[in-house]
Protein backbone atom coordinates (compact mmCIF):
# COMPACT_ATOMS: atom_id res chain seq x y z
CA UNK A 1 0.00 0.00 0.00
CA UNK A 2 1.09 3.08 -0.98
CA UNK A 3 0.96 6.31 1.92
CA UNK A 4 0.37 9.91 1.58
CA UNK A 5 2.48 11.87 3.90
CA UNK A 6 3.82 15.11 4.11
CA UNK A 7 6.82 16.73 3.10
CA UNK A 8 9.73 17.48 6.34
CA UNK A 9 11.60 20.46 5.29
CA UNK A 10 15.06 20.59 5.95
CA UNK A 11 16.76 23.66 7.36
CA UNK A 12 20.13 23.66 6.06
CA UNK A 13 21.21 20.77 2.83
CA UNK A 14 23.78 18.76 2.50
CA UNK A 15 26.39 19.45 -0.60
CA UNK A 16 27.99 17.36 -3.39
CA UNK A 17 31.47 16.56 -2.12
CA UNK A 18 32.41 14.92 -5.28
CA UNK A 19 30.92 12.58 -8.13
CA UNK A 20 31.84 9.08 -8.86
CA UNK A 21 31.08 7.06 -12.06
CA UNK A 22 32.24 3.83 -10.89
CA UNK A 23 33.79 1.02 -13.01
CA UNK A 24 32.79 -1.61 -15.21
CA UNK A 25 34.03 -5.34 -14.21
CA UNK A 26 33.16 -8.61 -14.59
CA UNK A 27 31.74 -10.79 -11.63
CA UNK A 28 30.60 -13.92 -10.85
CA UNK A 29 30.53 -16.33 -13.31
CA UNK A 30 30.84 -13.35 -16.08
CA UNK A 31 28.01 -11.04 -14.86
CA UNK A 32 28.84 -7.37 -16.17
CA UNK A 33 28.49 -4.57 -13.22
CA UNK A 34 29.19 -1.03 -12.69
CA UNK A 35 31.00 -1.22 -8.96
CA UNK A 36 30.16 2.31 -8.11
CA UNK A 37 31.24 2.16 -4.69
CA UNK A 38 34.56 0.47 -4.82
CA UNK A 39 36.91 -0.79 -2.27
CA UNK A 40 38.86 2.90 -2.46
CA UNK A 41 35.58 4.85 -0.71
CA UNK A 42 35.44 2.19 1.94
CA UNK A 43 36.83 4.63 4.41
CA UNK A 44 35.23 7.12 3.15
CA UNK A 45 31.40 5.29 2.94
CA UNK A 46 31.51 3.47 6.21
CA UNK A 47 29.86 1.51 6.93
CA UNK A 48 29.10 0.82 3.00
CA UNK A 49 31.62 -1.49 1.28
CA UNK A 50 30.24 -2.07 -2.49
CA UNK A 51 27.79 -0.85 -4.34
CA UNK A 52 27.06 -2.67 -7.69
CA UNK A 53 24.63 -1.79 -10.35
CA UNK A 54 23.77 -4.00 -12.90
CA UNK A 55 21.21 -4.06 -16.05
CA UNK A 56 21.07 -5.34 -19.03
CA UNK A 57 18.31 -7.20 -21.48
CA UNK A 58 20.66 -9.37 -23.33
CA UNK A 59 20.72 -12.78 -20.97
CA UNK A 60 24.33 -12.91 -22.25
CA UNK A 61 25.00 -10.46 -19.69
CA UNK A 62 23.48 -11.83 -16.90
CA UNK A 63 22.33 -16.00 -17.45
CA UNK A 64 25.81 -17.36 -15.81
CA UNK A 65 24.34 -15.43 -12.17
CA UNK A 66 26.57 -15.82 -9.41
CA UNK A 67 27.27 -20.11 -8.43
CA UNK A 68 28.45 -20.50 -5.03
CA UNK A 69 30.90 -18.91 -2.90
CA UNK A 70 31.80 -17.59 0.08
CA UNK A 71 31.17 -14.88 2.35
CA UNK A 72 31.65 -13.81 6.10
CA UNK A 73 31.70 -10.57 8.37
CA UNK A 74 29.46 -8.39 6.80
CA UNK A 75 25.70 -8.34 5.31
CA UNK A 76 24.47 -8.37 1.42
CA UNK A 77 21.51 -6.44 0.33
CA UNK A 78 20.36 -7.28 -3.05
CA UNK A 79 17.52 -4.99 -4.61
CA UNK A 80 15.79 -6.12 -8.00
CA UNK A 81 14.32 -3.66 -10.10
CA UNK A 82 13.53 -6.36 -13.00
CA UNK A 83 14.20 -9.88 -13.00
CA UNK A 84 13.99 -12.69 -11.34
CA UNK A 85 16.98 -14.33 -9.13
CA UNK A 86 16.90 -16.79 -6.72
CA UNK A 87 18.93 -17.46 -3.46
CA UNK A 88 20.51 -20.91 -2.24
CA UNK A 89 22.75 -20.83 0.80
CA UNK A 90 24.95 -22.88 3.08
CA UNK A 91 22.81 -22.16 6.19
CA UNK A 92 19.67 -23.51 4.47
CA UNK A 93 17.78 -20.34 3.40
CA UNK A 94 16.55 -20.62 0.23
CA UNK A 95 13.92 -17.87 -2.02
CA UNK A 96 13.37 -15.85 -4.83
CA UNK A 97 13.00 -12.01 -5.55
CA UNK A 98 11.00 -10.59 -8.31
CA UNK A 99 10.45 -6.85 -9.63
CA UNK A 100 11.08 -4.48 -6.34
CA UNK A 101 12.06 -7.49 -4.25
CA UNK A 102 14.66 -7.57 -1.93
CA UNK A 103 17.02 -10.31 -0.13
CA UNK A 104 18.78 -9.08 3.38
CA UNK A 105 21.80 -11.86 3.97
CA UNK A 106 23.81 -11.62 6.90
CA UNK A 107 26.75 -13.36 6.55
CA UNK A 108 27.79 -13.66 9.83
CA UNK A 109 30.73 -16.21 11.06
CA UNK A 110 30.23 -17.59 7.32
CA UNK A 111 28.14 -18.39 4.67
CA UNK A 112 28.28 -20.19 0.91
CA UNK A 113 25.58 -19.12 -1.24
CA UNK A 114 24.58 -18.36 -4.99
CA UNK A 115 22.47 -15.94 -6.60
CA UNK A 116 20.96 -17.64 -10.42
CA UNK A 117 18.78 -16.02 -12.84
CA UNK A 118 15.69 -17.78 -13.03
CA UNK A 119 15.34 -16.10 -16.57
CA UNK A 120 16.61 -16.53 -19.79
CA UNK A 121 15.87 -13.47 -21.96
CA UNK A 122 14.36 -10.15 -21.02
CA UNK A 123 15.36 -7.45 -19.07
CA UNK A 124 17.39 -7.76 -15.87
CA UNK A 125 18.28 -4.75 -13.39
CA UNK A 126 18.93 -4.36 -9.95
CA UNK A 127 21.58 -3.21 -7.28
CA UNK A 128 23.73 -4.98 -4.44
CA UNK A 129 24.98 -3.32 -1.71
CA UNK A 130 27.36 -4.45 1.30
CA UNK A 131 27.04 -3.64 4.59
CA UNK A 132 29.84 -3.94 6.86
CA UNK A 133 29.05 -5.65 10.55
CA UNK A 134 30.69 -4.26 13.71
CA UNK A 135 33.63 -6.35 15.22
CA UNK A 136 31.14 -7.97 17.90
CA UNK A 137 28.82 -9.18 14.94
CA UNK A 138 31.10 -10.26 12.19
CA UNK A 139 30.81 -13.87 13.55
CA UNK A 140 27.29 -13.90 14.41
CA UNK A 141 25.10 -16.68 12.90
CA UNK A 142 24.18 -16.09 9.05
CA UNK A 143 20.73 -14.75 8.59
CA UNK A 144 18.65 -14.28 5.36
CA UNK A 145 15.57 -12.70 4.55
CA UNK A 146 13.40 -12.48 1.34
CA UNK A 147 11.12 -9.13 1.11
CA UNK A 148 8.89 -9.28 -1.46
CA UNK A 149 7.66 -5.75 -3.19
CA UNK A 150 4.19 -5.43 -1.86
CA UNK A 151 6.50 -5.82 1.53
CA UNK A 152 8.61 -2.87 1.23
CA UNK A 153 6.73 -0.03 2.56
CA UNK A 154 5.76 3.06 -0.07
CA UNK A 155 4.72 6.54 0.19
CA UNK A 156 3.66 9.64 -2.09
CA UNK A 157 4.18 13.28 -1.50
CA UNK A 158 2.34 16.41 -2.52
CA UNK A 159 5.25 17.22 -4.43
CA UNK A 160 4.48 13.85 -6.91
CA UNK A 161 7.58 11.96 -5.15
CA UNK A 162 7.27 8.11 -4.73
CA UNK A 163 9.82 6.15 -2.16
CA UNK A 164 10.57 2.83 -1.26
CA UNK A 165 12.00 2.26 2.09
CA UNK A 166 13.84 -0.32 2.14
CA UNK A 167 15.48 -0.12 5.51
CA UNK A 168 16.08 3.09 7.84
CA UNK A 169 12.81 5.56 7.98
CA UNK A 170 11.35 8.48 5.78
CA UNK A 171 9.11 11.07 6.54
CA UNK A 172 7.75 8.69 9.69
CA UNK A 173 7.52 5.45 7.63
CA UNK A 174 9.76 2.65 9.20
CA UNK A 175 11.40 0.83 6.24
CA UNK A 176 11.26 -2.86 6.12
CA UNK A 177 14.16 -3.32 7.36
CA UNK A 178 16.24 -1.57 11.12
CA UNK A 179 19.84 -2.17 12.41
CA UNK A 180 20.54 -0.89 15.69
CA UNK A 181 24.61 -0.46 14.48
CA UNK A 182 24.92 0.49 11.67
CA UNK A 183 21.41 2.09 11.23
CA UNK A 184 21.37 1.80 7.85
CA UNK A 185 18.94 4.11 5.69
CA UNK A 186 18.24 2.85 2.18
CA UNK A 187 15.45 4.71 -0.44
CA UNK A 188 14.33 4.08 -3.47
CA UNK A 189 13.03 7.85 -5.06
CA UNK A 190 11.19 8.53 -7.95
CA UNK A 191 10.78 12.39 -8.65
CA UNK A 192 8.82 13.93 -11.72
CA UNK A 193 10.43 16.77 -13.45
CA UNK A 194 11.01 19.75 -11.35
CA UNK A 195 9.85 17.62 -7.84
CA UNK A 196 12.01 18.26 -4.79
CA UNK A 197 12.67 15.72 -1.85
CA UNK A 198 13.66 16.63 1.08
CA UNK A 199 15.33 13.74 3.83
CA UNK A 200 16.68 14.47 7.46
CA UNK A 201 20.22 12.93 7.71
CA UNK A 202 21.78 12.47 11.04
CA UNK A 203 25.26 14.79 11.37
CA UNK A 204 27.50 11.82 11.51
CA UNK A 205 26.22 9.47 9.03
CA UNK A 206 28.11 9.12 6.18
CA UNK A 207 25.92 9.34 2.62
CA UNK A 208 25.54 9.21 -0.85
CA UNK A 209 23.04 8.87 -3.76
CA UNK A 210 22.69 7.27 -7.11
CA UNK A 211 20.96 8.53 -10.31
CA UNK A 212 19.90 5.90 -12.36
CA UNK A 213 17.43 7.78 -14.15
CA UNK A 214 17.35 10.90 -15.49
CA UNK A 215 19.39 13.88 -13.65
CA UNK A 216 19.08 15.75 -10.32
CA UNK A 217 20.49 18.84 -8.63
CA UNK A 218 22.07 18.84 -5.05
CA UNK A 219 22.51 22.27 -3.66
CA UNK A 220 23.25 23.53 -7.26
CA UNK A 221 25.71 20.76 -8.17
CA UNK A 222 23.76 18.43 -11.09
CA UNK A 223 24.23 14.66 -10.95
CA UNK A 224 23.30 13.19 -14.35
CA UNK A 225 22.06 9.59 -14.71
CA UNK A 226 25.20 7.06 -13.88
CA UNK A 227 26.90 8.91 -11.04
CA UNK A 228 27.10 8.66 -7.44
CA UNK A 229 27.10 11.47 -5.34
CA UNK A 230 28.64 11.57 -1.88
CA UNK A 231 27.51 13.85 0.05
CA UNK A 232 29.34 16.37 2.30
CA UNK A 233 29.53 15.67 6.40
CA UNK A 234 28.85 19.33 7.10
CA UNK A 235 28.56 20.13 10.72
CA UNK A 236 25.53 22.34 9.94
CA UNK A 237 23.48 20.40 7.56
CA UNK A 238 20.55 18.38 9.06
CA UNK A 239 19.65 16.66 5.62
CA UNK A 240 19.59 16.91 1.91
CA UNK A 241 17.44 18.23 -0.59
CA UNK A 242 17.50 17.01 -4.14
CA UNK A 243 15.84 18.33 -6.89
CA UNK A 244 15.07 16.95 -10.06
CA UNK A 245 15.94 18.84 -13.32
CA UNK A 246 13.68 16.10 -15.36
CA UNK A 247 12.07 13.01 -14.61
CA UNK A 248 14.60 10.94 -12.92
CA UNK A 249 14.77 7.86 -10.00
CA UNK A 250 17.56 7.33 -7.50
CA UNK A 251 18.98 5.15 -4.54
CA UNK A 252 19.84 7.69 -1.21
CA UNK A 253 21.88 5.79 1.40
CA UNK A 254 23.34 6.62 4.43
CA UNK A 255 24.51 4.77 7.41
CA UNK A 256 26.00 5.13 10.89
CA UNK A 257 29.88 4.80 10.60
CA UNK A 258 32.12 1.82 12.27
CA UNK A 259 35.00 3.62 12.77
CA UNK A 260 36.55 0.23 12.83
CA UNK A 261 39.49 -0.92 10.86
CA UNK A 262 38.87 -3.10 7.99
CA UNK A 263 40.89 -5.68 6.18
CA UNK A 264 39.27 -7.05 3.00
CA UNK A 265 40.29 -10.14 0.92
CA UNK A 266 37.73 -10.74 -1.67
CA UNK A 267 34.62 -12.21 0.15
CA UNK A 268 35.69 -11.95 3.52
CA UNK A 269 35.58 -8.47 5.47
CA UNK A 270 37.31 -8.48 8.71
CA UNK A 271 38.90 -6.37 11.39
CA UNK A 272 42.54 -7.61 10.90
CA UNK A 273 44.66 -9.54 8.44
CA UNK A 274 44.85 -12.32 10.90
CA UNK A 275 40.97 -12.80 10.80
CA UNK A 276 41.27 -13.14 7.03
CA UNK A 277 43.96 -15.66 6.90
CA UNK A 278 41.31 -17.40 9.30
CA UNK A 279 38.83 -16.65 7.35
CA UNK A 280 40.00 -18.06 4.42
CA UNK A 281 41.01 -21.37 6.82
CA UNK A 282 37.76 -22.14 7.56
CA UNK A 283 36.62 -21.76 4.45
CA UNK A 284 38.94 -24.00 2.78
CA UNK A 285 38.57 -26.89 6.20
CA UNK A 286 34.65 -26.24 5.06
CA UNK A 287 33.45 -24.18 8.36
CA UNK A 288 30.98 -22.52 5.99
CA UNK A 289 28.88 -25.44 6.20
CA UNK A 290 27.06 -24.81 9.47
CA UNK A 291 23.71 -25.14 9.05
CA UNK A 292 23.09 -23.80 12.21
CA UNK A 293 21.15 -20.20 11.43
CA UNK A 294 19.42 -17.42 13.15
CA UNK A 295 15.47 -17.80 11.58
CA UNK A 296 14.28 -14.65 9.64
CA UNK A 297 12.92 -12.19 11.47
Keep these: MTQQVQTQAVATGRGVERL ?40 GDYIAGFPEHPHRGFETVTYMLTGNMRHRDSAGHEGSITNGGVQWMTAGRGVIHSEMPEQNEGLME ?10 KDKMSAPWYRDIPAEAVPRFTLDSGATVQVIAGSSHGVAGAVQREVTEPLYLDIELPAGATFEQALPAGHNAFLYVFRGEVVVEGKAVPQARMAILDNAKAADGVRIKA ?13 LNEPIAQYGPFVMNTQAEVFQAVEDFRNGKFTDSTAASAA
Excluded: Y
Design 126 to 135: GFQLWLNLAA
Design 245 to 257: SQPSRLLLIAGRP
Design 20 to 59: VGGQFVMDGAGVKINRVLTQTLQRRLDPFLMLDAFGSDKA
